[in-house]
């Protein structure tokens, strides 16, 4: 099976890399080789750390990387590959919404699979996009897009779909639950411990899409359409932000053998309606999503018959990301 990737930074190189890494173990749980044939950059001259496979086909040219492009080593094409590359699965490990979502429409139209690690594009145009692959015959599959390494969307849409679920909550978001954890025990500013996340590159320059709570609404509105049935999108979830929080708080909940950690929550209302929110909440001290550290990641999904089950891991990062990105190729691969 053929894939084509737009993106080739941190998720898009740990893809490449456990692709050639796993060759052999991958041909063998799906019956096929898994080749990356094309990559869609913006940059073609970039350094990277992972260089791209022997006869991968880099360009910045979107014409070219889906095949309908000149051959040859044109302009905007690295000297790596040549021709149109053509690919049945496209994985989308770029980020933004409204260009992305373009190439996705494009690839979907075209009868190809779609893999992707996108949070905003999912949560803003999923229920257009799975009901554009459906019409086509072909997967969307987004594993990444919610808790990086963590399975939970396959958890709800395929080992918990036996049950109504009641509630889904969790920490989605590393760089909070980071900030929290870290304010709490030393004591210091939220200022001093954003400083020195940006300096460790568990936070971004500009972190706003993660302290205001943004990045966890997008990502319960996922878990929340999948599980209630009707999509939500990031912009119905009621979302407030840590940026107000002071060791003064986090160290008052402790006395009161509590926790305040971001969580974001969706759940069946009394009307019948599907209410989701994001914002600091008081968890006991033995609450599953209380004990994570630093920047981990933990899901807590109630059904009606399974009861509670609590799913944690790496929310982030190249390895835990690519993992559930080709997870996902590995199962459309399957059958
Ligand atoms: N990093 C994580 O831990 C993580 C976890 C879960 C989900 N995700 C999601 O995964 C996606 C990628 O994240 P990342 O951390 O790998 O980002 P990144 O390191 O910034 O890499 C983005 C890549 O996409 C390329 N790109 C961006 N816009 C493009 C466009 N319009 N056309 C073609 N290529 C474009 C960039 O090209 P150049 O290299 O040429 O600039 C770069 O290679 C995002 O949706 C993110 O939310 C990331």
């Given at each position: 099976?053929?894939?084509?990737?737009?993106?080739?930074?941190?998720?898009?190189?740990?893809?490449?890399?456990?692709?050639?890494?796993?060759?052999?173990?991958?041909?063998?749980?799906?019956?096929?080789?898994?080749?990356?044939?094309?990559?869609?950059?913006?940059?073609?001259?970039?350094?990277?750390?992972?260089?791209?496979?022997?006869?991968?086909?880099?360009?910045?040219?979107?014409?070219?990387?889906?095949?309908?492009?000149?051959?040859?080593?044109?302009?905007?094409?690295?000297?790596?590959?040549?021709?149109?590359?053509?690919?049945?699965?496209?994985?989308?490990?770029?980020?933004?919404?409204?260009?992305?979502?373009?190439?996705?429409?494009r690839a979907l139209g075209d009868g190809r699979h779609v893999v992707t690690a996108n949070k905003s594009l999912v949560s803003a145009h999923g229920a257009r996009l799975l009901a554009l692959a459906?019409?086509?015959?072909?997967?969307?599959?987004?594993?990444?897009?919610?808790?990086?390494?963590?399975?939970?969307?396959?958890?709800?849409m395929h080992g918990l779909m036996g049950n109504a679920f009641e509630r889904i909550e969790g920490v989605v978001n590393g760089t909070c639950n980071f900030l929290l954890t870290t304010m709490e025990k030393t004591g210091r500013s939220y200022e001093e411990v954003l400083r020195e996340a940006q300096r460790l590159g568990y936070a971004e320059a500009d972190p706003t899409m993660d302290v205001s709570g943004r990045d966890s609404a997008e990502k319960i509105s996922i878990l929340g359409s999948l599980a209630f049935g009707d999509w939500m999108t990031g912009d119905e979830v009621e979302t407030g932000g840590i940026e107000g929080v002071t060791v003064g708080d986090l160290r008052a909940a402790v006395a009161r053998g509590r926790r305040l950690r971001l969580v974001a929550r969706v759940a069946r209302a009394e009307d019948g309606g599907v209410r989701a929110e994001v914002g600091p909440r008081e968890l006991r001290e033995d609450h599953p999503l209380a004990r994570l550290d630093g920047s981990a990641n933990a899901v807590t999904i109630i059904g009606d018959a399974v009861g509670e089950v609590t799913l944690s891991g790496a929310g982030a990062g190249r390895y835990p990301t690519a993992s559930a990105v080709v997870s996902d190729v590995v199962a459309i691969a399957r059958g």
């Open positions: 099976m053929r894939l084509g990737m737009i993106g080739y930074g941190t998720v898009g190189q740990g893809v490449a890399d456990l692709l050639v890494k796993h060759r052999e173990v991958y041909r063998a749980r799906c019956g096929q080789t898994l080749d990356l044939a094309a990559v869609l950059v913006r940059s073609v001259g970039r350094t990277r750390e992972v260089e791209p496979p022997e006869g991968c086909v880099v360009t910045d040219d979107p014409e070219r990387f889906f095949g309908a492009g000149s051959s040859g080593g044109g302009s905007g094409a690295s000297g790596r590959g040549s021709g149109g590359a053509g690919f049945d699965v496209l994985v989308e490990v770029a980020g933004g919404v409204e260009t992305v979502r373009g190439h996705v429409e459906r019409d086509r015959g072909v997967e969307l599959r987004f594993e990444a897009a919610v808790a990086g390494g963590i399975p939970v969307v396959g958890a709800l």
